[in-house]
Nanobody, 118 residues
Framework: VQLVESGGGLVQAGGSLRLSCAPS????????MGWYRQTPGKEREMVAI???????YYADYVKGRFTISRDNAKNSLYLQMNTLKSEDTAMYYC?????????????WGQGTQVTVSS
């Protein structure tokens, strides 16, 4: 499956952004999807995961601020990001896979840049 992210940009600290991810196939057939992020010189880190069977999971550093959701009717995955901080600045990637454990081996998008100015 191919994934295309959108919605990144420049925002001031405290602001909001909503990222979108559109798969090439039907999103309803994808068991697990998620958002990861990466900054230069650092490893890619999990932000949020959503599983059709087990709900949503969040990294501690975004819990309470970010919300992951999927809309089968619009065939899209979303990441609503509120109360953004400068440390949220990163390239954000959408990923699709068959299980939470093996999600890192799934299909990845090209990424969308989020920059938070302080």
């Amino acid at each position: 499956v191919q994934l295309v992210e959108s919605g990144g940009g420049l925002v001031q600290a405290g602001g909001s952004l909503r990222l979108s991810c559109a798969p090439s196939g039907s999103i309803s057939s994808i068991p697990v999807m998620g958002w990861y992020r990466q900054t230069p010189g650092k490893e890619r880190e999990m932000v949020a995961i959503i599983s059709s069977g087990y709900g949503a999971y969040y990294a501690d550093y975004v819990k309470g601020r970010f919300t992951i959701s999927r809309d089968n009717a619009k065939n899209s995955l979303y990441l609503q990001m509120n109360t953004l901080k400068s440390e949220d600045t990163a390239m954000y990637y959408c990923v699709a896979g068959t299980s939470i454990k093996e999600l890192h081996r799934g299909s990845w998008g090209q990424g969308t840049q989020v920059t938070v100015s302080s």
